[in-house]
């Protein structure tokens, strides 16, 4: 096995300066605070860009099916930057989970090419529809029934970025046994609950007697749902390092510029001590995301050991420097003008998402041999 390699290559440090020029300019934290609690949550025109324009929504997809033949690494860098930015689109649910989904069945079949072509241009939005909460490893989801004609009935509750989905890759029990159905958005009843991450909304979906298309039968379903789930938890391990990312550093800002009896706050030691332990939980939460989106990229033999490890320190860390970023900017850390209230709540949305931490330590044990 070759040695991973946690640097930045000199394509993903260009591409890291074009998604960041890019959210600078159209996701500044004025116009977000002002979005989440509009009609449109999802900025569709900063989606169009992502996908459409930068090409972003096929990265993983090969380019006889239309996308850039990137690899997780290139994802996992743009994951990064939206979570510095809390963008509100639906990258995850549509070019990670939904995408991965379809990877990991025949990319032959030619329903599968199609709809990777649809997503991989922009012009369809997918999302994979399991419960958020969902982690590799669990058992294929039963919520929603096929029948002998592949009619699907059922009800999937916190599909993440479901209301702004045009299809969704629904996993189904049949009486052939488990497979992967695609499902048009018209076809089903969305409905929005109130979000915690008012950035990242989460949809419940149900069908009834809802036309499918058959995407991958009881041979493949389960291995493309696992890979889909897999790559997900790994890959959102960058997201929390992105957020943590922008905690530390607008803290550290602020705490600079910031006096009381004639000094910097952030002259005080009990406050140095406070931004030094996050960042050395940054600097390790870096190298665990690279990791963890390395041995994705590679097919290596460690990618669950390293998702595992990445996604139970990355949440943790992402929520702490959260945390800090809201206490330490005093007062105006509490309000709602302030944009930390978002990063905190990204933070603590992301902490249960494909697996709480608790449950990927579990994992770890298991695949390392480590007795309970």
């Avoid at 997918?126 to 004609?149: H, I, K, Y």
């Avoid at 592949?150 to 970025?161: E, F, I, K, P």
């Avoid at 600097?283 to 460690?302: F, H, K, N």
């Avoid at 007062?331 to 930390?340: D, R, S, V, Y």
Wanted: glycine share 10%; hydrophobic share 45%; with cysteine.
């Amino acid at each position: 096995m070759s040695n991973p390699d946690l640097l930045y290559s000199d394509v993903e440090t260009d591409l890291r300066a074009s998604v960041r020029d890019l959210l600078t300019d159209r996701c500044e934290p004025s116009a977000l605070l002002a979005r989440v609690e509009s009609a449109e949550p999802y900025d569709a025109k900063l989606w169009r860009t992502l996908s459409v324009e930068l090409g972003l929504a096929g990265l993983p997809v090969p380019e006889e099916l239309g996308g850039q033949g990137a690899s997780a690494r290139e994802t996992a860098l743009v994951l990064e930057e939206l979570g510095r930015s809390v963008a509100p689109v639906p990258f995850l649910g549509s070019a990670v989970l939904a995408t991965a989904a379809l990877l990991g069945a025949d990319t032959t079949h030619e329903p599968v090419a199609a709809l990777l072509r649809r997503l991989a241009s922009g012009e369809a939005t997918g999302a994979l529809a399991v419960p958020l909460s969902t982690a590799p490893g669990t058992a294929f989801p039963s919520a929603v029934a096929a029948d002998a004609d592949g009619r699907l009935t059922g009800t999937v509750r916190s599909v993440a970025d479901g209301s702004a989905a045009d299809v969704f890759v629904v996993p189904a029990s049949g009486p052939d046994g488990p497979g992967l159905y695609a499902v048009a958005a018209a076809a089903a009843s969305v409905t929005e609950p109130v979000p915690l991450d008012l950035t990242r909304r989460i949809a419940d979906v149900t069908l009834t007697d809802a036309e499918a298309t058959l995407l991958a039968g009881a041979n493949g379903a389960p291995a493309a749902l696992e890979r889909a789930l897999l790559t997900g938890a790994g890959l959102l391990a960058s997201e929390q390092l992105g957020v943590a990312e922008w905690c530390l550093e607008t803290t550290v800002a602020y705490v600079g510029g910031r006096y009381q009896f004639g000094r910097p706050v952030g002259s005080f030691q009990a406050l140095k001590h406070r931004l030094a332990d996050v960042w050395l939980e940054l600097v390790a939460a870096r190298a665990a995301a690279r990791y963890a989106a390395d041995a994705l990229a590679s097919g290596s033999d460690d990618t669950g050991v390293a998702v595992a490890v990445a996604q139970s320190y990355c949440s943790t860390v992402a929520v702490h420097a959260a945390e800090e970023c809201v206490q330490l900017h005093g007062g105006i850390g509490m309000t709602w003008e302030h944009p930390a209230h978002l990063y905190l709540k990204r933070a603590k949305a992301d902490q249960i998402a494909l697996g709480t931490a608790g449950r990927h330590r579990s994992t770890l044990a298991t695949l390392v041999d480590l007795p309970g």
